[in-house]
T-cell receptor
Framework: AQTVTQSQPEMSVQEAETVTLSCTYD???????LFWYKQPPSRQMILVIRQEAYKQQNATENRFSVNFQKAAKSFSLKISDSQLGDTAMYFCAFSGGGADGLTFGKGTHLIIQP | DTAVSQTPKYLVTQMGNDKSIKCEQNLGHDTMYWYKQDSKKFLKIMFSYNNKELIINETVPNRFSPKSPDKAHLNLHINSLELGDSAVYFCASSQRWTSGSGSTDTQYFGPGTRLTVL
């Protein structure tokens, strides 16, 4: 079974700063997918970014980028030029593909201070 | 247009009652899921359906019964509700497609249903 670990329960940074959220996972599979989801106070789960394990290139989406280290089984999320609207719970998630459900980490509560 | 919708958004009920949560997706996806998010925000898969067929049934009490009348709908029925069932329940859907040398699934979530059992 896969496990996903987010070791930072809460983080707080000033607006416009860069912040990195950490995520490690454990799996015996070679092909899989990793995701970061954002959950603001509205509780909607919003996809931030995804990474296919077979791709060496790190995924980027505007201010969001990942540092994917397959050998180390690490998948951190970097948020550049943080904004107040980035305040939310951030979940790292693993999928083995197919109709498997996502395995989630426990989440990091990110607070952006004005 | 809402991609994945759930009704109701809030549900307050007494212990012992039976209730249902409905989920519909208009994305044309083949696979639908139910997740439970507990009071500590931990999300866990409950069920997975692919083309109306049950694929995953995690360790969930048999008081929980998913029903998929068609590919676009996956409803969750809960019998004899207990205090510990209080949580937020999320429906999600995904579509497999091939990309390069692999396949990829992105799950899109509904807005969640907050269930409170008194």
């Amino acid at each position: 079974a896969q496990t996903v670990t987010q070791s930072q329960p809460e983080m707080s940074v000033q607006e416009a700063e860069t912040v990195t959220l950490s995520c490690t996972y454990d799996t015996s599979e070679n092909n899989y997918y990793l995701f970061w989801y954002k959950q603001p106070p509205s509780r909607q789960m919003i996809l931030v970014i995804r990474q296919e394990a077979y791709k060496q290139q790190n995924a980027t989406e505007n201010r969001f980028s990942v540092n994917f280290q397959k050998a180390a089984k690490s998948f951190s999320l970097k948020i550049s030029d943080s904004q107040l609207g980035d305040t939310a719970m951030y979940f790292c998630a693993f999928s083995g593909g197919g109709a498997d459900g996502l395995t989630f980490g426990k989440g990091t509560h990110l607070i952006i201070q004005p | 247009d809402t991609a994945v919708s759930q009704t109701p958004k809030y549900l307050v009920t007494q212990m012992g009652n039976d209730k249902s949560i409905k989920c519909e997706q208009n994305l044309g996806h083949d696979t639908m899921y139910w997740y439970k998010q507990d009071s500590k925000k931990f999300l866990k898969i409950m069920f997975s359906y692919n083309n109306k067929e049950l694929i995953i049934n995690e360790t969930v009490p048999n008081r929980f019964s998913p029903k998929s009348p068609d590919k676009a709908h996956l409803n969750l029925h809960i019998n004899s509700l207990e205090l510990g069932d209080s949580a937020v329940y999320f429906c999600a859907s995904s579509q497999r497609w091939t990309s390069g040398s692999g396949s990829t699934d992105t799950q899109y979530f509904g807005p969640g249903t907050r269930l409170t059992v008194l």
